[in-house]
């Protein structure tokens, strides 16, 4: 079965400083992998997303991450923290039901809290 | 233009009663889910279902059931309300089955207090 586990639930950094925040998976099967934001009362919306090819991916807001098959994590990271990144971070990796199947829900980790202090 | 919207945005109600949360997309998606989000943020799917297709997460009640009237909308049913079901329920679509690799996209969430 897959699982995500994130370390930290709070991250706290200063503005313009390098944001790093931490997923490690288990997953049987290749893992298709996905980090999703949420700003305080709204819904989740997807940051980037690996699924084969590239194992660097960029994503929006100047965010991207690193699948390391060998390390099975995929950390996000950001160069230079905007007070607009503060926001609550989620790691999730697919629930393949049926590896080669269409079928499949995400897994979520437990979150991790973005504070950016000015 | 709400990609997908969910009413009501707060339901406040009492312990045993009957209630229900609508969802509609207009994406044109496929594959529709409802997640639950406790007081600690964390996310656990609760169903999704695609053309006609139903997979729960068996940990749910089956105080819980999700109706869809028409491929844009999936409704969430509760029975005889209880005190742990207090949270923030998200309805989300994506086309095809999300968990595949298709980003999932999520509605603004329902926060529900059980009293």
């Known amino acids: 079965a897959q699982s995500v586990t994130q370390l930290g639930s709070h991250v706290s950094v200063s503005e313009g400083a390098l944001v790093l925040l931490r997923c490690n998976y288990s997953?049987?099967?290749?893992?298709?992998l996905f980090w999703y934001v949420q700003y305080p009362n709204q819904g989740l919306q997807l940051l980037l997303k690996y699924t084969t090819g590239a194992t660097l991916v960029k994503g929006i807001n100047g965010f991207e991450a690193e699948f390391k098959k060998s390390e099975t994590s995929f950390h996000l990271t950001k160069p230079s923290a905007h007070m607009s990144d503060a926001a609550e971070y989620f790691c999730a990796v697919s629930d393949r039901r049926n590896y080669g199947g269409s079928q499949g829900n995400l897994i979520f980790g437990k979150g991790t809290k973005l504070s950016v202090k000015p | 233009d709400t990609a997908v919207s969910q009413t009501p945005k707060y339901l406040v109600t009492q312990m045993g009663n009957d209630k229900s949360i609508k969802c509609e997309q207009n994406l044109g998606h496929d594959t529709m889910y409802w997640y639950k989000q406790d007081s600690k943020k964390f996310l656990k799917i609760m169903f999704s279902?695609?053309?006609?297709?139903?997979?729960i997460n068996e940990t749910v009640p089956n105080r819980f059931s999700p109706k869809s009237p028409d491929k844009a909308h999936l409704n969430l049913h509760i029975n005889s309300l209880e005190l742990g079901d207090s949270a923030v329920y998200f309805c989300?679509?994506?086309?095809?089955?999300?968990?595949?690799?298709?980003?999932?996209?999520f509605g603004p969430g329902t926060r529900l207090t059980v009293l």
């Open positions: 997953s049987s099967v290749p893992p298709y």
């Open positions: 989300a679509s994506s086309q095809d089955w999300g968990g595949n690799y298709n980003e999932q996209f």
């Open positions: 279902y695609n053309n006609k297709e139903l997979i």
